[in-house]
């Protein structure tokens, strides 16, 4: 059987409650919580800016460790409206 790993996703504290902890007792405890709802779940993954460093602050407190890295690319919609440039995607 495979290993059982969750997904966290959006950790937001009000800016005018930042900087107090918030975030790393949420993460610590959610984490917690987790392990006794679900104790066969071996792992917890999220996926992070890497230019956001309080969240990296809060994720390597809290015992994440990196083990990919993802490179999003984007492009505009309207670059691709009847353009010259539209034609079959190639990656
Ligand atoms: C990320 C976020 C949830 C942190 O909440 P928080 O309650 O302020 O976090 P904590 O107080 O528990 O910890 C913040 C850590 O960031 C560090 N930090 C804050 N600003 C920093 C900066 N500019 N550079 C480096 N570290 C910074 C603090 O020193 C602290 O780490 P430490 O305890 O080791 O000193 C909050 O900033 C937020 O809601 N941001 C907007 C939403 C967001 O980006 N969410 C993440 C995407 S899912």
């Known amino acids: 059987m495979g290993r059982w790993v969750a997904e966290q996703h959006d950790t937001a504290v009000l800016p005018e409650h930042r900087g107090?902890?918030?975030a790393r007792w949420m993460?610590?405890?959610q984490t917690l919580r987790l392990h006794e709802l679900f104790p066969t779940v071996e792992s917890v993954t999220?996926?992070?800016n890497q230019q956001d460093a309080p969240m990296l602050a809060v994720n390597r407190a809290v015992?994440?460790?990196?083990?990919?890295?993802r490179l999003l690319v984007e492009v505009s919609t309207?670059?691709?409206?009847?353009?010259?440039?539209?034609g079959p995607?190639?990656?």
């Open 63 to 69: 015992g994440y460790r990196l083990v990919r890295e």
């Open 27 to 29: 993460k610590a405890r």
């Open 89 to 91: 995607a190639r990656g």
């Open 20 to 22: 107090g902890g918030l």
């Open 78 to 86: 309207h670059r691709l409206k009847g353009g010259p440039r539209c």
């Open 46 to 48: 999220v996926t992070v």
